[in-house]
């Protein structure tokens, strides 16, 4: 069976999650001595490192038993093809406790290892010298449901091809819980046609692509809790799936590396998926809905900060290739907060822009803006009791065919305060939303 990272190639690809358990109690560790390379087919409890191993560091060669590094080292010779802990087709091992260096391929693969849980290691170095097509990672999770990945802390800082951190492929259920995951030479986080998972409490500091993406038809996933930080690209990335909650997650200073995106959180081709109560600030662009090639539709966006992002806040876009007809169309955005962001009208930038069609614009808040607080760009979007004042341009710049529901406020913009619908000119009082709804 190959070995290999199972990342599917270079940027985004567009195509409350259960955790089962990772199975049975282990027999009593094993106490005997262990050498590189060795078949473990009952429990054991590492009492010393395992240095410079040329071929794989431990191989599983039993269900249900457990590897406990108990503090030790398993390091390798970067040799090709080789990694740390290779399990194929054993299912709830247990591997913890200790650090896994310098294998090509992965730190840990699991493949066909359903309700396994790795936790408790230090994964460095994985993946040095890898050329074009040659994928490796720190744990890399294939055809394994129900697995957890907790508690890990990862860096493949190498200069590789892609050197993830985490990647999950084709394993439902599982879940990835309080990981560090910084400074690998591609993403921190990739799962891949992996439903009702659960993606919490990770750190993705530093990667050059994005922190974390969840892809291909990952339903009812739930990425919660998680905080991203100056990756190069997008902060978190989800797409291509139905059924999603991406809620409480934090993406600060993001998209500033060579990508394309440039985005704190950036969804694509998302059916039927609240994104809710994320806050994203110093970003290039804070947070994208994009159509993608299928179109995001029936989602909730409802009570996230975006604020002090370089172009905008809160983006409702069109579709692959500018096209409205696969856009951002027919999605709630409701609650929101985007003030201080720092694009310019030439840039379409501002508070929140809406360039889909058939979406509700409720209750939002765009204050302090360098162009407008809301720019709606096409027709057919309804906007409701928004508040935006204080913006560098217009209060709410709307296109002819923009349905008015009322109650909106505009105060202190440009005049006219509101083009397209009719402001209440004056301060408002009324409170964001952005804590209470949809909890």
Partial sequence: MPRR????????????????????????????????GTKVVTSVRLH?????????????????ITIDLNGHTISGTNAPGREGVADDGYGHVIVEHGTIRTFFVNGVGLRHAPASLVHGLTIRA???????????????????????ISGNDISNDVVAFEADGIVVKTSPGTRIDHNRLNRNSWDGLFVFASPLSRVDGNVADAN??????VNGSSDR???????????????????????????????????????AEDTGLFFFDLRDSEVAHNTASRNIVGIDLFGGLHGSRGNHVVGNVANDNQLIGVVIDTGDGGTLTNGANNNAVVGNVANGNRGSVVDDGGGIGVFGTGNRIEHNHANGNSANGFLVRTAGNTLIRNVANRNAAHGIDAVTGTTDGGGNHAHRNQPPQCLGVVCHDEESAATPLTRTLWE
């Fill in 48 to 64: 010393h490192d395992l240095l410079g191993c040329p071929g794989d560091g431990l191989v599983v060669g039993a269900p249900g």
């Fill in 221 to 259: 996933t739930r990425v919660t809790g998680n905080e991203t930080s100056r990756n190069g690209n997008v902060g978190i990335a989800a797409g291509a799936m139905r059924r999603a909650v991406i809620d409480w997650n934090t993406a600060g200073r993001n998209g500033f590396g060579m990508n």
């Fill in 5 to 36: 990272g199972f990342r599917l190639g270079g940027a985004i690809v567009t195509v409350a999650a259960t955790f089962v358990g990772f199975g049975a109690p282990a027999a009593a560790a094993a106490t005997g001595s262990i050498a590189c």
């Fill in 126 to 148: 994985i993946g040095s010298g890898g050329v074009d097509g040659q994928f490796s990672t720190g744990i890399a999770v294939d055809n394994s449901p129900a697995t957890r």
């Fill in 208 to 213: 050059p692509n994005n922190g974390m993406e």
